[in-house]
């Protein structure tokens, strides 16, 4: 099994929909939680981090950490076409990150 | 405020050869980290430098080695190319303090093809 599981989609949505992107963990020392979004040709970009469990929102975005099920989820609301890229959840252990395979969301007009 | 820049952007190597890919940090971070991404899988962590000094390791060989200097910037080479090199690698920097605990700030990485 690995540390942190993702499903890699793809996944297509009409413009204006809910997306929501889960990921699993195996490791449950796991305390930070991050959620990058990676266009292509390009470097991720570090879009919210959570701390332990519990929920935090940033405009259009809102991270869920539930430790106790091991689970974490991004949802976007209002999704656009600029949404579209591959979604990569995080969660540090030590000095590394450790990364699911990423999500590849499509947001149509 | 400079982002994380690297060079080259591209780069052709043939297996056996060496190869040295440069990142320069994020104004004000002191902390860069290295990661290897295959095509279609996420990032995994290579190693991490921290006042010029290896601060962690991931599961990669010996072959894979890296330099940090003074200016915080760092190289990662990669001795005995193989096929299985061929990835874009990125560089991440972090600030001081707790925030190198979650902000790990990527550049745009070097795509290594390896033929």
């Known amino acids: 099994q690995k540390e942190v599981e993702q499903d890699p989609g793809p996944l297509s949505v009409p413009e204006g929909a809910i997306v929501s992107l889960n990921c699993t963990y195996s490791n449950s020392a796991f305390q930070y939680f991050m959620w990058y979004r990676q266009y292509s040709r390009k470097g991720p970009e570090l879009l919210m981090y959570?701390?332990?469990?519990g929920n935090k929102e940033d405009g259009r975005f809102t991270a869920q950490v539930d430790k106790s099920s091991k689970y974490i989820s991004l949802f976007i609301r209002d999704s656009q076409p600029s949404d579209s890229a591959t979604y990569l959840c995080a969660m540090r252990a030590g000095t590394a990150l450790i990364f699911g395979k990423g999500t590849t969301l499509s947001v149509s007009s | 405020e400079t982002g994380v820049t690297q060079s080259p952007t591209h780069l052709i190597k043939t297996r056996g050869q060496q190869v040295t890919l440069r990142c320069s940090s994020q104004s004000g971070h002191n902390t860069v980290s290295w990661y290897q991404q295959a095509l279609g899988q996420g990032p995994q962590f290579i190693f991490q430098?921290?006042?010029?000094?290896?601060?962690g390791r991931g599961n990669f060989p010996p072959r894979f080695s890296g330099l940090q200097f003074p200016n915080y910037s760092s190289e990662l080479n990669v001795n005995a190319l193989e096929l299985d090199d061929s990835a874009l690698y990125l560089c991440a920097s972090s600030p001081r303090g707790e925030g190198s605990l979650y902000e790990q700030y990527f550049g745009p990485g070097t795509r290594l093809t390896v033929t």
């Open positions: 430098y921290y006042r010029e000094e290896e601060n």
């Open positions: 959570t701390y332990s469990s």
